[in-house]
C-alpha cells in the first residue's frame, strides 16, 4: 500500500522547476553571463531560485530559472536574504542547465558593484560572499 | 587533542552502556559521498539508464530518493539520539525522524517505514530499520524499502523492494561520525555497493526544514 501512495504521488504530478539534486547532473560546467531583472524570487527549501527577465536583441523578454542553495544553506554560509532583491538589475553568470533556460547561479554583479557569490555553511574553504 | 581526552577518560559512552553517538552532525567535505564502483544487474542497468533526475528526482516531493542519499547531503545536519531501546536519527533535510529500535528479534511481518517526516507521514523509500550494538559500533539492518534510487548525488544507482542495507556508524579518534554503509540488493546490483560518510560535529543546530513542493515551483 505505502509503495502504492509512493508511485501515486510520483506520477500524479507534474514535473516541477527546482528540485533537491545533483548539480553536476543537472547544469553543464558551461558558463554564461546575462544582464536581466530579478523576479520572483524564492527563498525556499530544497532550493532557492529566482526568475531572470533578459531582454533580447529583438526587443522581446526572455525568463530564465536561476537555482541557488537551500534558503538554510545561504543563510547559514552568511547570505543576508536582502542581498537581492526582486527588480534589480543584475549581471548573473551561471552554469547552462540541461533543462531548457536553467541556469545554477554561479555569482551575480549587484547594483552597487558588488559580486555576491554562494558560499556552503559546510564548505572549509575561507571563500568569501562578497568581493568588488 | 581528542585521543588524549579518550586515553584519559576512556572512551565516551552514552547512557545504557552504549557507545556515544549523540549529538548533532554536519558532513565533513574531506570524507563523503565515497560509494565503490557500481555493477548493475541487467535489470539494473536499465533501470539506471530510464532514470531521468529531471523528471524522477523524488525530491519534486520533497522524499528522498533513498537512505543513502538522506546520509549524503551535504548542506544540513544530522541528530542522533540515544535511548535504551531505540535510536532517533532526525535528518534536517525534509524534516525526516528515523526512529531504529534495537534488539528486536527480527523485522515484522509488517515492514512499515521507520522514517516519517513533520506531518509524520511515512517515508517508504528508507525502509524499515532495525539495530543493536556491537562493541563502539551501531548497526542498523534496513529492508523493506520501496522502489527509489540509494542517493541522487553525482550518481543514483535504484534501489528495489529487495533492496538490504547494513549501517556501522561509530566515531572515530578525532571525534568524527563515521557511516559506512553495505549495500546488497539482487535485483539491481550485481554485487554490493559500499558507501562511507563522515561527519564532524556541527556548530549549527537542528532547524525545521519546511519542504513544500509548490512553494519553488514558477510553473
Same mark, same amino acid.
Given at each position: 500500500?505505502?509503495? $502504492? ?29 546575462? @544582464? ?16 531572470? @527577465? ?28 536582502? @542581498?537581492?532583491? $526582486?527588480?534589480? $538589475? ?10 531548457? +533556460? ?14 555576491? +557569490? @554562494? ?14 | ?46 533501470? *539506471?539508464?530510464? %532514470?531521468?533526475? !529531471? ?43 528515523? #526512529?531504529?529500535? =534495537?534488539?528486536?528479534?527480527? *523485522? ?10 513533520? *506531518?509524520?507521514?511515512?517515508? /517508504? #523509500?528508507?525502509? &524499515? ?8 559500533? =551501531?548497526?542498523?539492518? #534496513? ?13 543514483? /544507482? ?11 556508524? %561509530? ?16 535485483? #539491481?546490483?550485481?554485487?554490493? !555497493? ?14 525545521? %526544514? ?7 515551483? &514558477?510553473?
Amino acid at each position: 500500500m505505502l509503495r $502504492n501512495l509512493v508511485l501515486t504521488i510520483l506520477f500524479s504530478t507534474p514535473a516541477l522547476l527546482c528540485a533537491h539534486h545533483s548539480v553536476a547532473l543537472v547544469f553543464s560546467q558551461e558558463r554564461i553571463t546575462f @544582464e536581466g531583472s530579478i523576479k520572483e524570487l524564492k527563498w525556499v527549501n530544497p532550493h532557492s531560485s529566482f526568475i531572470l @527577465e533578459v531582454a533580447k536583441e529583438d526587443g522581446t523578454k526572455e525568463e530564465w530559472l536561476v537555482e541557488l542553495l537551500a534558503r538554510i544553506a545561504l543563510e547559514r554560509g552568511g547570505w543576508n536574504l536582502d @542581498e537581492l532583491q $526582486n527588480g534589480w $538589475n543584475i549581471t548573473l553568470t551561471g552554469r547552462i542547465g540541461y533543462r531548457d +533556460r536553467a541556469l545554477r547561479f554561479v555569482e551575480a554583479r549587484l547594483p552597487d558593484g558588488r559580486t555576491l +557569490r @554562494e558560499r556552503s555553511p559546510l564548505d572549509p574553504s575561507d571563500k568569501k560572499i562578497f568581493s568588488r | 587533542m581528542a585521543l588524549g581526552c579518550i586515553l584519559l577518560y576512556g572512551w565516551p559512552v552514552a547512557s545504557f552502556g552504549q557507545p556515544d553517538l549523540e549529538g548533532i552532525w554536519g558532513i565533513d567535505r574531506t570524507l563523503f559521498r565515497q560509494y565503490s564502483e557500481v555493477r548493475y544487474t541487467e535489470e539494473g542497468q536499465r533501470r *539506471h539508464d530510464a %532514470y531521468d533526475v !529531471l523528471v524522477d528526482d523524488f525530491s519534486y516531493q520533497c522524499i528522498p530518493s533513498g537512505l543513502g542519499r538522506a546520509w549524503d547531503e551535504p548542506d544540513t545536519v544530522v541528530k542522533i539520539e540515544q535511548f535504551e531501546d531505540r535510536v532517533v536519527i532526525q535528518y534536517e533535510m525534509f524534516d525526516l525522524v528515523r #526512529t531504529v529500535y =534495537l534488539n528486536q528479534n527480527g *523485522h515484522p511481518v509488517e515492514l512499515i517505514p521507520s522514517t516519517v517526516n513533520i *506531518h509524520g507521514e511515512p517515508m /517508504p #523509500t528508507m525502509g &524499515h530499520s532495525i539495530g543493536w550494538y556491537e562493541g563502539d559500533t =551501531l548497526m542498523i539492518e #534496513t529492508i523493506g524499502y520501496a522502489r527509489g534510487n540509494i542517493t541522487t548525488l553525482l550518481r543514483y /544507482p535504484p534501489q528495489s523492494m529487495a533492496l538490504r542495507s547494513i549501517e556501522r556508524i %561509530y566515531r572515530d579518534e578525532s571525534d568524527r561520525l563515521v557511516v559506512n554503509i553495505d549495500w546488497v540488493d539482487p535485483i #539491481t546490483l550485481a554485487e554490493p !555497493l559500499v558507501s562511507t560518510n563522515r561527519y564532524l560535529r556541527s556548530k549549527f543546530d537542528l532547524t525545521v %526544514y519546511g519542504c513544500i513542493k509548490e512553494e519553488f515551483d &514558477h510553473e
